[in-house]
């Protein structure tokens, strides 16, 4: 590989990190979230060209201010092939648009990856990525390992091998190394905070017995803190030890947790903590199918929600109540919770939630027996997630057209719209179950389809039979009334 390529004067001394860093993508499959600590901005965009250079087809996402809430959209737009590297330029600044952006890049993780199907570096100052793990754990705890581009005073870049880190191939090994290192400096406060950092990390990789130990060790530091920080942190901690019993299917233990986090939020005075706590009370309501007791919690959160202008958050409660009011079908209520929650959606450019409210307004419309108006939506829905490139639910949302097209009677388009949701599911391993209820219905349309063809074959026939039985019957008739009168 060269290392002579051309580069700004200040980005000279960084060449060989660049050399080594693109090694390590090169060794990766598919898709792959590197971080890749450095904080001056011109450094990483001296990068990306000298990647460029290498004969390597480079996407350089550089978002400003309120772009920075644009961010999942913006990714999802790149055109991207497997031997694409996407270089994300990340920033020191924390806004409540980058949070926002973060927040959506976390709930589409799986989508993205899918999408990217590429290496993605992800680019930027140790507060960047501090503020990624923080609001997006569930997109942060697939990163691969670890890189750093450090620059000195004197403007050189001193190769850093990091081996600890290197080690650490599972995120939440990395997240451990610096609690350890924080711990056996007896810097208690980032002890709890890593502590904390790291029960989320374990319960987002599925290891809630580990994730339960962690929490309740940070609880313990945050405890003894001075404060409302160490009560706040430990009110956080609640919320994950919640969200582990919940997830393990020990709802009252839960509803404990989450107790004392609302009473942690109402005490200081954090109405951010006490909706959150009402939203995971909420959840606790759903898993035990107390959907009444549910909906009312929501509506809790929504008050407050409402009065602290967070839109996005309100957009996702009045989610969790169109899907409690379409569970209990309680269409009305359902109808005027997806609006709601559609208009938000909207507003913020989460396009994917947007589409997933336009599919439940499908749903309803199609109850409502007004088959126009469900296509409508589901045409919407289908725009967006095409869009998107989210096969998955493009292929659900043919299904849905196909199914009340079906129960209209119009079996023609309901056999075209299972027939695509077919060609979209066929490479999908997980959907057997969908290819299965979409043969059936093919089967039934077939068997319908051929059977009336027959009837309308017959129909001609039997007339004519019908017709010369009649007259048959009325020359006989005819015959007997002659027989009678002459006898």
Known sequence: MPATAEVPGFAAPYVRRFAEILDVVGMLDGFALVPVEVRPRAVIRAMADWIR???????????????????????????????????LVGTGENTSDLRMGLHFVNTKRDSLARHLGCPLLWCGPPEFLNLTGEQAPDFWSIREIPQRIDVEPDGSAPVIPMPSLVEATAPPAEIRLLFEAAKAQKDWPNTARLGLRLARALA?????????????????????????????????????????A????????????????LRAGEQLGDEHLTARAYHRQGMAAQAERDLDKAARLYKKALGLLGMLGD?????????????????????????????????????????????????????????????????VCYEKARVMFEDLRDEHGVAETY??????????????????????????????????????????????????????????????????????????????????????FLS
């Open 311 to 375: 839109e996005h958050s309100t957009a996702r409660t009045y989610d969790d109540l169109a899907r409690i009011a379409w569970e209990r079908r309680a269409i009305v209520a359902a109808e005027a919770s997806s609006k709601e929650a559609l208009a938000r959606f909207e507003k913020l450019g989460d396009a994917h939630s947007a589409a997933v409210s336009y599919v439940r307004l499908g749903w309803i419309a199609k109850a409502r027996l007004e088959f126009d108006a469900a296509k």
């Open 246 to 261: 919940r997830a393990t299917g020990n709802v009252e233990a839960s509803w404990a947790h989450y107790t004392k986090m």
């Open 53 to 87: 250079q290498q004969q390597r087809r480079v996407h350089v996402v550089d978002l400003k201010d309120a772009e920075w809430r644009m961010l999942c959209d913006t990714l999802f737009s790149l055109q991207t092939r497997p031997e694409t590297i996407v270089v």
């Open 204 to 244: 987002g990789g599925n290891k809630m017995d580990e994730a339960q130990a962690a929490a309740t060790d940070a609880r313990a530091l945050f405890e003894e803190m001075q404060g409302g920080r160490g009560a706040k942190g430990a009110a956080e901690c609640e919320e994950v030890l919640g969200d582990v």
């Open 399 to 484: 299904f849905f057209q196909g199914e009340a097209a079906y129960e209209n009677k119009d079996l023609a388009a309901a056999k075209a719209c299972y027939e695509k949701a077919l060609a979209w599911f066929s490479s999908d391993p997980s959907a057997s179950e969908r290819l299965r209820d979409i043969h059936e219905r093919l089967h039934e349309i077939e068997m319908t389809l051929r059977n009336r063809a027959a009837t309308d074959g017959w129909r001609p026939k039997a007339r004519t039979m019908a017709i010369r039985a009649k007259a048959l019957i009325q020359r006989l008739w005819g015959q007997a009334i002659a027989i009678l």
